[in-house]
Nanobody, 130 residues
């Protein structure tokens, strides 16, 4: 079983940048899909991005394409979410999640929903002021 710990959230002005980290303990991320989700007050948790650890293949929701980058560091067993050109509507609690894939799939509809993930971090708050 893998334990996930997020860090890197904070308060930033619109147009600014933050980098979130998701560190794994208990086991490595090898063979996992690792995703970032976010939840704003009064809204459902939504998919942001995911990465397949072994292949490095990534997927993003449309609203963050070109602004956010998900990446991994094998040596540190950590997944990052680099967030640039932040907007007030990016304000949310950001969660990382992980799952060992149970079936083959690709593209949208493939591990881009919260109920597809088994392990979750505690979340980190990102607030973007206008």
């Amino acid at each position: 079983q893998v334990q996930l710990v997020e860090s890197g959230g904070g308060l930033v002005q619109a147009g600014g940048s933050l980098r979130l980290s998701c560190a794994a303990s208990g086991r490595t991320f090898s063979n996992y899909v690792v995703g970032w989700f976010r939840q704003a007050p009064g809204k459902e948790r939504e998919f942001v991005a995911r990465i397949r650890w072994n292949s490095g293949i990534t997927l993003y929701t449309d609203s963050v394409k070109g602004r956010f980058t998900i990446s991994r560091d094998n040596a540190k067993n950590t997944v990052y979410l680099q967030m640039n050109s932040l907007k007030p509507e990016d304000t949310a609690v950001y969660y990382c999640a992980a799952v060992i894939p149970r079936y083959a799939c690709s593209g949208y509809g493939c591990y881009d929903a919260p109920d597809k993930y088994d392990y979750w971090g505690q979340g980190t708050q990102v607030t973007v002021s206008s």
